[in-house]
């Protein structure tokens, strides 16, 4: 199997992480041993694999790039960047770097080029319906299409060849370069399936095991993750409904969701996030705080790739919404947590859930297997072959007595998440299952207790 089959991320924003200048792009900065600890710190949480982004050269808030080759001055140069991945996969950890292909940064040679050539300009075909008969705000004496109507931001032809060939080269760069293990493709569904499909030969030409996953803002996964496209997407839709669910009471909700993913891309494992630097904090949204637990359980255990955004493993971390500005985001100080692997609940779930991924091959390759729904219980399965996971999750007020069917002789059932964890080691000796609760099942039927908003993660073997 490749290794995003596997695959724990922990997503690091790195110019909001590292405190950097959102509009001073000529600021320079070396922040590539603060993300060493980062990642040293990811790797402590049980993940295996580091999406970071934006990282390349770009204008205020890094999603105008101006230099695909060029990492962006704010954070470091070049051979700093190439260390810190060297670093990472020292540690056994891969690296996606986010990249975007269909807008670009008012900076970036081709559109200077176009200023200052007008219609004798050999790029004037890179970008989208340019009009030299009119204007637009900057005062160049032409307009141009934008992405998401910013200005700042050029939309770029993707249909052109030669510009689909300067991306083609700049992936091939970048894994030269930097060895990267994967990009993660920002607004994927306003780019062109042909160049999609034709960057996901480049890539495993370059690297056999190249990861593509890609943004999209709409639900239609089929479209583009497939066998001749992406690997994988961000999972968007379950994204929302995790908070939906719990704050309604109402889980169909999230079962819905599941099916009709699986029944849409029955063997892509989607990116299965909760927050990120676009959205508030999953927390600041729930009606009640105690659910936070219940949505990482789920996260970490339903079909498709977890994903850890880098501050959510802890109580009270900076916050942010989705109005607030990107020069206001919080800066987060690793040194300000160095007790919460002892101390701090949420980041003990996350490390114990982010381990048993890496422990248990049921969780990554396991058949989904849906139990019991209802409003406030959702019980489901994941099986492979003889051994199963039980995630059995309750948002209700009130404890559950639960009887559960199962197939098959068991002869053990352990609840994982009364694991010891060892903390002193980086990656430790894995849960001790040996300090797990042993739960008693009767004529093939186990029976537990949920007490009120809480979650089991229960493994049975034969």
């Known amino acids: 199997m490749a290794w995003y089959d596997s695959a724990v991320f922990y997503q690091i924003h790195p110019l909001s992480l590292c405190g950097c200048e959102q509009q001073g792009v000529k600021t320079e900065g070396s922040h590539f041993a603060e993300l060493t600890e980062w990642a040293a710190h990811a790797k402590k949480m049980g993940c295996n694999a580091i999406h970071i982004g ?10 105008g790039i101006i230099d695909y080759h060029k990492i962006d001055d704010r954070l470091g140069i070049n051979e700093e960047f190439r260390q810190w991945v060297a670093q990472c996969h020292d540690m056994g950890m891969h690296v996606v770097a986010d990249a975007v292909f269909n807008h670009v940064g008012r900076g970036f040679f081709a559109f200077q080029n176009l200023k200052r050539d007008r219609k004798k300009s050999p790029y004037k075909d890179w970008f989208s319906n340019i009009n030299f008969m009119s204007d637009n705000s900057y005062g ?14 050029v939309k770029l032809n993707m249909t052109s060849p030669w510009l689909q060939d300067y991306h083609f080269d700049t992936v091939r760069y970048w894994i030269s370069e930097f060895d990267l293990d994967g990009i993660r493709i920002d607004a994927v569904d306003e780019n062109d399936y042909d160049f999609i499909k034709d960057l996901r030969k480049v890539a495993q030409r370059a690297k056999p095991d190249f990861w593509l996953m890609g943004g999209l803002m709409d639900d239609a996964y089929d479209r583009w993750v497939n066998d001749k496209m992406l690997h994988s997407a961000a999972n968007n839709e379950l994204q929302k409904k995790f908070v939906l669910a719990h704050n309604n009471g109402d889980y169909p909700l999230i079962s819905r969701s599941v099916r009709e993913t699986n029944q849409q891309c029955p063997y892509a494992k989607l990116y299965t996030y909760v927050d990120n630097h676009d959205v508030s904090h999953i927390y600041e949204k729930l009606n009640q705080p105690e659910h936070r637990k219940l ?6 255990t339903l079909y498709g790739i ?14 942010q919404n989705e109005e607030e500005d990107e020069e206001e985001k919080s800066q987060l100080k690793l040194s300000d947590y160095k007790n919460a ?72 059932a352990v609840n994982v998440l009364d694991a010891k964890i060892c903390w002193e080691e980086a990656f430790g000796k894995g849960l001790d299952l040996s300090a797990c609760e042993q739960l008693p099942i009767d004529d093939k039927v186990l029976r537990l207790e949920l007490p009120a908003n809480s979650g089991k993660l229960i493994r049975l073997m034969q």
């Open 54 to 63: 934006p990282v390349f050269k770009a204008d205020t808030h890094g999603h």
């Open 140 to 153: 160049d004496g032409f307009s141009y299409e934008s992405w998401g109507g910013y200005q700042r931001l």
């Open 295 to 300: 949505i990482a359980l789920l996260q970490y």
């Open 306 to 319: 977890p994903a850890l955004y880098c501050g959510s493993e802890f109580t009270g971390s900076g916050k």
């Open 341 to 412: 692997y002892e101390q701090d609940p949420v980041t003990r779930l996350h490390c114990l859930l982010g381990r048993a991924n890496q422990q248990f091959p049921e969780l990554f390759f396991g058949q989904y297997q849906e139990m019991m729904v209802s409003e406030k219980l959702f019980v489901y399965a994941r099986v492979l072959r003889k051994k199963a996971m039980v995630i059995a999750v309750s948002c209700g007020d009130q404890p559950v007595q639960l009887e559960i069917p199962l197939a098959g002789y068991v002869r053990q």
